[in-house]
């Protein structure tokens, strides 16, 4: 199984441009979310979805655009790259929500802003 | 005060020796906990659920004490391959963190 995917696995940016990190999963999970880590911060939510069509701000959304038009896909879109964005960003979904859900990450994507 | 607290260690223990980490949470309605396990530059990956009766998978075991508020994890016989730092995972029953809180690690170095 594919689990939960995520395309590019390394990118690097120029300040000022913009892109979109994929993220899709297999699982017809209902819950679906972005974190970023940074070294010494742990964990950060930065938007999630508890399904197609419903996504909420986390705790660092600024920068930051989602949508969730599928329950496959949720993709995650800086709009003008900043070098405080620098950083590893995790997808990562679980089966329900509302239930105490583990959640499956996937395996990342190194983001250097220059 | 923080939701999940760990400490950030590092834990540097000899292979085959016994370590244990706790894990303090707030909210005291919380009553089921994961622990994740992540290498370096790797996906945190999930290494064992905690509920009230505890669990335990081969080398390591899981408590929850909710009189005191904190999770524990004991692995026996460490291995190199143990090395990793560990994160606590409670529940979110409110705020902008989505379902789970992650805890910030405790890193764990074994030596030979």
């Known amino acids: 199984n594919a689990g939960v995917t995520q395309t590019p696995k390394f990118q690097v940016l120029k300040t000022g441009q913009s892109m979109t990190l994929q993220c899709a999963q297999d699982?017809?999970?209902?819950?679906m979310s972005w974190y970023r880590q940074d070294p010494g911060m742990g964990l950060r939510l930065i938007h999630y979805s508890v399904g197609a069509g419903i996504t909420d701000q986390g705790e660092v959304p600024n920068g930051y655009n989602v949508s969730r038009s599928t329950t496959e896909d949720f993709p995650l879109r800086l709009l003008s790259a900043a070098p405080s964005q620098t950083s590893v960003y995790f997808c990562?979904?679980?089966?329900?929500?509302?239930?105490?859900?583990?959640?499956?990450f996937g395996d990342g994507t190194r983001l250097s802003i220059l | 005060r923080k939701e999940v607290e760990q400490d950030p260690g590092p834990f540097n223990v000899p292979e085959g020796a016994t370590v244990a980490f706790n894990c303090t949470y707030s909210?005291?309605?919380?009553?089921?906990f994961f622990w994740y396990r992540q290498d370096c530059r790797k996906e945190p990956k999930l290494l064992m659920s905690v509920y009230s009766s505890g669990n335990e998978d081969g080398r390591f075991t899981a408590q929850l004490n909710r009189a005191s508020q904190y999770i524990s994890l004991l692995i026996r016989d460490s291995k190199l391959s143990d090395s990793a730092t560990y994160l606590c995972v409670g529940p979110n029953y409110g705020g902008s963190q989505g379902n789970l809180i992650f805890g910030k690690g405790t890193k764990l170095s074994v030596k030979p």
């Open positions: 990562a979904s679980s089966r329900r929500v509302g239930e105490f859900q583990p959640q499956h």
């Open positions: 909210n005291s309605a919380s009553q089921s």
């Open positions: 699982m017809n999970h209902e819950y």
